[in-house]
């Protein structure tokens, strides 16, 4: 039924009866070879559900040493909805998504992984929302099978911590799974900076936001593309993009030990004026120097952790560069942000 439905939908369209919209699904890939096969079977199958909506599917393929890449030109060659774009080098997930986003043109952007770890079929509801008038819908995890005891735990402790710490509140157990409105995407392209923490600046940009609880599946195949190194950069993105509250807290860890140390010094005079003996050995002595040396460098290491990312800000370089691609428009790159592009 839903089919016939679909199919009168788009005769209509042809003959310009009704307008459609594009929604543009962009999807960051890095050595997903195991998955892209079913990861495109289950997307175009969602496609098909679709009614008055057409789909451009965006891939990134952000300089996997695998297959990936071929694979997902064989896809681009046969059908006009797949669109590729592929990195020089791996630049991480949150530069390829938002290379997506540059390139996407549709009505409405949704970003998904490609390991099918968030069900496509979550973004019917994404979009009832966005027609009931949202231009965020950002699915929040309920349940997350296939997670190690590790990453469950960080992960909570993380969100809260980078909430507590941040002025932009930042939906708890939020990924990047989501839907955005045009505005919200244009609003995107006009942010520049390189420390990128997307579903902070999402939440960052405002206008009607809204969760959408669903229950994470398990990785499709493969394992994950996260390393903790990586973890570890996101992390730390997100914390010093969103906040200056850790210079504020390394004043508070300085005025500590300083208060510390002037007890110290109290207690030593009180001690020596006022009884017959005198606080004595190099114990507490080295204790205080390598607790005061200890604060100092945990200071000058948050303030360096600030200044290295001012640098890397100032030096302006392209966000990402583009080697290949297949499925644009020639002048699809023309306002893009990252101009190096070598079309082969
Ligand atoms: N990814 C990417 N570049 C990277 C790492 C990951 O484009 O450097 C992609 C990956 O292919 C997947 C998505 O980002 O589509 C999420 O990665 P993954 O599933 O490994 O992360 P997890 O779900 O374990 O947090
Ligand atoms: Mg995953």
Redesign the pocket.
């Known amino acids: 039924m839903k089919l016939i439905i679909c199919s009168i939908y788009r005769l209509l369209n042809k003959i310009k009866m009704v307008k459609t919209s594009l929604l543009s699904i962009v999807?960051?890939?890095?050595?997903?070879e195991e998955v892209i096969d079913e990861t495109i079977k289950q997307l175009k199958a969602f496609c098909a559900e679709l009614i008055n909506l057409d789909v451009e599917l965006i891939f990134?393929d952000?300089g996997s040493r695998d297959h990936t890449r071929e694979l997902l030109k064989s896809y681009t060659a046969n059908d006009s909805r797949i669109k590729f774009i592929g990195f020089a080098r791996?630049?991480?997930?949150q530069i390829?998504?938002t290379a997506g986003i540059d390139v996407a043109s549709g009505d409405a952007v949704v970003l998904i992984?490609?390991?099918l770890?968030d069900p496509p079929e979550v973004i019917h509801e994404m979009i009832t929302k966005w027609h009931e008038g949202y231009d965020v819908v950002y699915g929040t995890r309920i349940e997350r099978p296939d997670e190690s005891i590790f990453?469950l735990v960080t992960a909570h402790g993380f969100y809260r911590l980078l909430n507590w710490l941040s002025d932009t509140p930042i939906p708890l157990d939020t990924?990047d799974f989501r839907l955005m409105s045009r505005a919200v995407a244009d609003t995107l392209r006009a942010m520049p900076e390189q420390g990128r923490f997307l579903r902070g600046m999402v939440s960052w940009v405002g206008f009607k936001q809204i969760a959408l609880p669903y229950k994470r599946a398990k990785?499709f195949a493969g394992?994950?593309?996260?390393s903790l190194r990586?973890m570890l950069h996101f992390a730390s993105d997100g914390i010093l993009s969103f906040s200056t509250k850790p210079l504020q807290i390394s004043i508070g860890l300085g005025l500590f030990s300083a208060g510390l140390a002037f007890l110290g010094i109290l207690y030593a005079f009180t001690v020596r004026i006022f009884t017959n003996a005198w606080v004595e050995g190099w114990a507490a002595l080295m204790i205080a120097i390598l607790f005061i040396g200890g604060v100092q460098l945990i200071t000058v290491g948050i303030l360096g952790e600030y200044v290295g990312r001012i640098y890397t800000e100032i030096k302006q370089r392209p966000l990402y560069i583009i080697s290949e691609y297949q499925g644009f428009e020639k002048d699809a790159f023309k306002k893009n942000r990252s101009p190096v592009i070598q079309h082969r």
Not at 27 to 32: A, F, Q, R, T, V
Not at 90 to 93: K, L, P, T, Y
């Open positions: 999807i960051p890939c890095y050595n997903e990134v952000d791996n630049f991480g997930h390829a998504v992984d490609a390991d770890q990453k990924g990785r394992e994950t593309k996260y990586k």
